[in-house]
């Protein structure tokens, strides 16, 4: 969904493969639609931002584990290096 997301915005802010009738855009060409300017850097930027969310994410709840003294050794485990 994320890549549909980035689509969406990305065309808003670069309009390709469209044509103007009457008020309305109309897809001429699907392919550069979707895969316009924007895309090349926002599709990384996105992967890459919900990774680090999920890492973030993850971390919150081991940590919240951790002080709630819940399965702690093996929150404590997941967190550390290796």
Known sequence: SAMWILVANGW???PT????????FQVTNWWTAIFN?????GFPH??????ELALFFFAAVSAWFILK????DLFTTLLKPT
């Open 69 to 72: 003294n819940r399965h702690a």
């Open 37 to 41: 300017p924007n895309f090349d850097i």
């Open 17 to 24: 493969g469209v044509v103007l009738k009457n008020g309305l």
């Open 46 to 51: 996105m992967w890459i931002a919900t990774l």
């Open 12 to 14: 808003m802010q670069s």
